[in-house]
């Protein structure tokens, strides 16, 4: 048995689950890893200091797969802004044809991708967002509820919500994402209207990830209530791991800080640190409330397999099982 949704029809992949983009996880050993077990993978952009460096690290990944794979392009306000046009440039250059965009509107980027090819699949954390990048042509949506790890939106509203509400206006295909880590996820994402999940967290949790082993094993440890909400008085919500770090970000901004009071705090160099070096305390991390549902460490292949393995079972098994041929009891008078 195979799931296919329009998803995996029109991305071209085998199974309805993708890797989204993750700063400083999303390299080449990680999305080639999902490629060969038949997900899709996303190369973080951004996380490769410049243009050239990223054209390199597309070349890494097509080394170790020759599925298909794409890149992530987050824009989102940062203290001194990266290259996009150049990011952008060396996507098409590579070839590469798919594209996440994800952290503001996807317009000025749509023609150059389409001209050459390349699908775009638009991350959203809103009905309304995913309607508008619907409209703008985009070729999927990836809608992110509230339990996700980085930017949730200012909604705060949770995917059993948030993905219904969507699927009643989105006709592309639409993964959703947040929260998401195991079958009865993907199971249940389905459900309720999408045509495939996202995972970010549990890809962080696996053999190929990148990062530190404590981080790791940090993961796998904790629960549901690990994780903190920065940066909601400015409006910029993020998820990130409760930590020392974290804890001081929220009250200083609580106490009516403002982003210079906390900016040495939230710097992207000590984030980077925590998975390089393995200090869970020495900056802010991002991981999302699924990591209440993480409890291994498995390979990419072990972990797309069992979840599409275990979903089969639940649809044809369990699921299936409750359906019964209902008969109506006639009373005699």
């Given at each position: 048995?195979?799931?296919?949704?329009?998803f995996t029809?029109?991305?071209?992949?085998?199974?309805?689950?993708a890797?989204?983009?993750m700063?400083?996880v999303?390299r080449?050993e990680?999305?080639?890893a999902?490629?060969?077990?038949?997900?899709?993978?996303f190369?973080t952009?951004?996380?490769?200091?410049?243009?050239?460096e990223?054209?390199?690290?597309i070349?890494?990944t097509?080394?170790?797969?020759?599925k298909?794979?794409?890149?992530?392009?987050t824009?989102?306000?940062?203290?001194?802004p990266?290259?996009y046009?150049?990011?952008?440039?060396?996507?098409?250059d590579?070839g590469?044809k798919?594209?996440?965009?994800?952290?503001?509107?996807?317009?000025p980027?749509?023609p150059?991708?389409?001209?050459?090819?390349?699908?775009v699949?638009?991350?959203?954390?809103?009905?309304?967002?995913?309607?508008?990048?619907?409209?703008?042509?985009v070729?999927?949506?990836?809608?992110d509820?509230?339990?996700?790890?980085g930017?949730p939106?200012?909604?705060?509203v949770p995917?059993?919500v948030?993905?219904?509400?969507?699927?009643k206006?989105?006709?592309?295909?639409?993964?959703?994402?947040?929260?998401?880590?195991?079958?009865?996820g993907?199971?249940?994402?389905?459900?309720?209207?999408?045509?495939?999940?996202n995972?970010?967290?549990r890809?962080?949790?696996?053999v190929?990830?990148c990062?530190?082993?404590?981080v790791?094993e940090?993961?796998?440890?904790?629960?549901?209530r690990?994780t903190?909400?920065?940066?909601?008085?400015?409006?910029?919500t993020a998820?990130?791991?409760?930590?020392?770090v974290s804890?001081?970000?929220?009250?200083?901004?609580?106490?009516?800080?403002?982003?210079?009071?906390?900016?040495?705090?939230?710097a992207?160099?000590?984030?980077?640190?925590?998975?390089?070096?393995?200090?869970l305390?020495?900056?802010?991390w991002?991981?999302?409330?699924?990591?209440?549902?993480?409890?291994?460490?498995?390979?990419?292949?072990?972990?797309?397999s069992?979840i599409?393995?275990e979903?089969?079972?639940l649809?044809?098994?369990?699921?299936?099982?409750?359906?019964?041929?209902?008969?109506?009891?006639?009373?005699?008078?």
């Amino acid at each position: 048995m195979t799931l296919t949704t329009k998803f995996t029809e029109v991305f071209g992949v085998e199974h309805p689950i993708a890797q989204g983009g993750m700063q400083w996880v999303g390299r080449a050993e990680l999305v080639a890893a999902v490629a060969n077990a038949g997900g899709l993978g996303f190369i973080t952009a951004l996380t490769q200091p410049t243009p050239a460096e990223l054209a390199r690290e597309i070349g890494k990944t097509r080394e170790l797969t020759d599925k298909p794979f794409g890149v992530n392009l987050t824009i989102l306000p940062s203290i001194n802004p990266p290259p996009y046009d150049e990011y952008r440039q060396v996507i098409v250059d590579e070839g590469i044809k798919i594209v996440e965009t994800a952290g503001s509107n996807p317009a000025p980027h749509l023609p150059m991708f389409h001209d050459h090819g390349i699908k775009v699949l638009h991350k959203c954390t809103s009905v309304r967002h995913g309607v508008k990048a619907q409209s703008l042509g985009v070729d999927g949506i990836s809608i992110d509820g509230f339990e996700c790890a980085g930017h949730p939106g200012e909604d705060d509203v949770p995917g059993l919500v948030l993905i219904p509400a969507a699927a009643k206006q989105i006709e592309i295909p639409m993964i959703a994402s947040g929260g998401f880590g195991d079958a009865r996820g993907l199971v249940a994402a389905l459900a309720l209207g999408a045509d495939g999940i996202n995972m970010g967290t549990r890809f962080m949790c696996t053999v190929e990830s990148c990062i530190h082993q404590n981080v790791k094993e940090a993961i796998v440890a904790g629960d549901e209530r690990g994780t903190e909400l920065i940066f909601r008085t400015l409006h910029n919500t993020a998820r990130v791991a409760s930590n020392v770090v974290s804890r001081e970000v929220v009250e200083i901004l609580k106490d009516g800080g403002q982003f210079e009071d906390v900016k040495d705090l939230v710097a992207g160099v000590r984030g980077r640190k925590v998975f390089d070096d393995g200090d869970l305390d020495a900056g802010i991390w991002s991981v999302g409330t699924v990591m209440g549902l993480i409890d291994d460490i498995p390979t990419c292949e072990e972990l797309i397999s069992r979840i599409v393995r275990e979903a089969e079972d639940l649809i044809t098994g369990r699921l299936g099982a409750m359906v019964t041929e209902s008969t109506s009891a006639v009373g005699s008078s």
